[in-house]
Antibody, heavy 120, light 106 residues
């Protein structure tokens, strides 16, 4: 079965760029039917959808983050990535990568999550 | 699209039947999913398409609704069901989640 695993720095300085990678195993990121997604959860808070990318490169982002976020898919390494620029303490959260099967199917596979703290 | 879950928290006992409601600010057909999240863990998909049970999810979980009003029902609570539940709409962008319902043991 498909498994996802996030990786990246757990500590990022304010104003710098947060970069995370989600490695896909047990399946191919090149499947045309899935949206490779990022979701975050601030401490003690609910879930916030960041956005997704298709393997073809098409993307959709949350307008609240659109000016700072880039999600991309690397088919050669079977993984996808998140970049969030100009971070502040408000970006401190657990970041999850997930697979969305489309508007009828939801986020059916999730990574375990990785904690990112923004602090100097 | 805003999703409003009620209640925000709920106390119940093992064996109880509980219902959680999710209301959308505009119609979303059946493009609604439910997730269960336990502390320190990623959310787990329970129901998609408003009422279809994800593979491997116990049949005591059920979902219903369409348009703007949806419910998640757990019939016969088990100890492992005490968690936080979220709804999510996938009808339009940005995808949005409800604020969550924390189900606690009475």
């Amino acid at each position: 079965q498909v498994q996802l695993e996030e990786s990246g720095p757990g500590l990022v300085k304010p104003s710098e760029t947060l970069s995370l990678t989600c490695s896909v195993s047990g399946g191919s990121v090149s499947s045309g039917t899935y949206c490779w997604s990022w979701i975050r959860q601030s401490p003690g808070k609910g879930l916030e959808w960041i956005g997704f990318s298709y393997y073809s490169g098409g993307t959709n982002y949350n307008p609240s983050l659109m000016s700072r976020v880039t999600i991309s898919v690397d088919t050669s390494k079977n993984r996808f990535s998140l970049k969030l620029t100009s971070v502040t303490a408000a970006d401190t959260a657990v970041y999850y990568c997930a697979r969305e099967g489309g508007h009828r199917y939801g986020l059916d596979v999730w990574g375990q999550g990785t904690t990112v703290t923004v602090s100097s | 699209i805003q999703l409003t879950q009620s209640p925000s928290s709920l106390s119940a006992s093992v064996g109880d039947r509980v219902t959680i409601t999710c209301r959308a600010s505009q119609g979303i057909s059946i493009s609604l999913t439910w997730y269960q999240q336990k502390p320190g863990k990623a959310p787990k998909l329970l129901i998609y398409g408003a009422s279809t049970l994800e593979s491997g999810v116990p049949p005591r979980f059920s979902g219903s609704g369409s348009g703007t009003d949806f419910t998640l029902t757990i019939a016969g609570l088990q100890p492992e069901d005490f968690a936080t539940y979220y709804c999510q709409q996938l009808e339009s962008y940005p995808r949005t989640f409800g604020q969550g319902t924390k189900l606690e043991i009475k």
